[in-house]
């Protein structure tokens, strides 16, 4: 039987353009996907910042605490990307199980390798329920000395401004084991002073132009008690201590003013504030 090779050819590009043909369906397809996916990441993504947003105003509006408004939308912000990424990621034609299984996994190394990361969202959690700050408080951190104004508190950080407007990040599971000193929480706070004199000095008269300079503080809470007294005998002067009230954010101004003024009073009356002092010999040979 003779070989009909027209025949023979024909079939074989038969079969080369129906593969061809099944190769760019496909990859017409997947190429359709990846678009589709892409345009779910960009407009996800702006859905996603413009329902944070709304949430936002929402909480301002419903007058939620600053703390939990700041920790809510930190988790909802970052929530609404991964849904769209795995909206996304579907889209393309991997499948949700995968996805999930990968996910499960990844999950646990990196639960491992960042457990001081989820010590930190756990602790920003405890922050929230204990309150031991607001934002707008102004706190030390006993263990590192770090202090100032909170600003906000994310998932893993709480930010605060220093006295000198530089930003603090401190994560939240130090935060949340460790001492915290928090400065403006109360309505009013009392200023102690200690000032030292020569024992030559009349203490009651020292005593009365301490009075006289405190009474005359205009921040002065007069509803609370002044206190001026002996405090300790040391070794080259006797410590008055005073301790007077003021309202926590005239705490600073006051301590300061008073000290000045304590310093022109004493000037006036001939008070001496002790201050060491080094006698120098000089031995002639001569």
């Known amino acids: 039987m003779a070989l009909d090779l027209d025949s023979v050819r024909k079939s074989i590009l038969s079969v080369v353009y129906e593969y061809l043909g099944r190769t760019g369906v496909l990859f017409m397809e997947f190429l359709g996907n990846c678009v589709i996916a892409l ?115 994310g998932i893993m950080y709480t930010k605060l401004s220093s006295m000198d407007n530089k930003a603090i990040l401190i994560p939240n599971g130090n935060l949340s084991n460790a001492s915290i000193t928090n400065v403006t929480n109360q309505d009013k706070r009392r200023v102690d002073l200690l000032v030292g004199i020569e024992y030559s000095e009349d203490i009651k008269k020292v005593k009365e132009i301490l009075s006289e300079v405190i009474e005359s503080e205009p921040v002065l809470l007069k509803e609370d008690p002044v206190k001026v007294y002996v405090s300790d005998f040391r070794e080259s002067c006797i410590d008055i201590g005073i301790r007077y ?40 040979h001569q």
């Open 39 to 153: 345009l779910i990441l960009i407009i996800g993504l702006k859905l996603s910042n413009y329902v944070v947003k709304l949430c936002k105003r929402v909480f301002e509006r419903s007058k939620m605490d600053l703390m939990i408004q700041t920790f809510l939308l930190s988790c909802m912000r970052i929530g609404l990307k991964i849904l769209v990424v795995f909206i996304a990621v579907q889209q393309v034609g991997v499948q949700a199980s995968s996805i999930i299984a990968v996910i499960g996994s990844a999950g646990l190394a990196v639960g491992l390798s960042l457990q001081g990361s989820l010590s930190n969202i756990a602790g920003g959690v405890i922050l929230l329920v204990v309150k031991p700050f607001q934002v707008g408080d102004y706190i030390l951190e006993e263990s590192s000395g770090k202090e100032g104004t909170v600003q906000s508190i």
């Open 245 to 284: 009230w003021v309202r926590t954010e005239d705490y600073w101004e006051s301590r300061w003013r008073v000290l000045e003024k304590i310093k022109y009073a004493f000037d006036e009356a001939g008070v001496t504030i002790p201050f060491n002092q080094i006698d120098v010999n000089v031995i002639s």
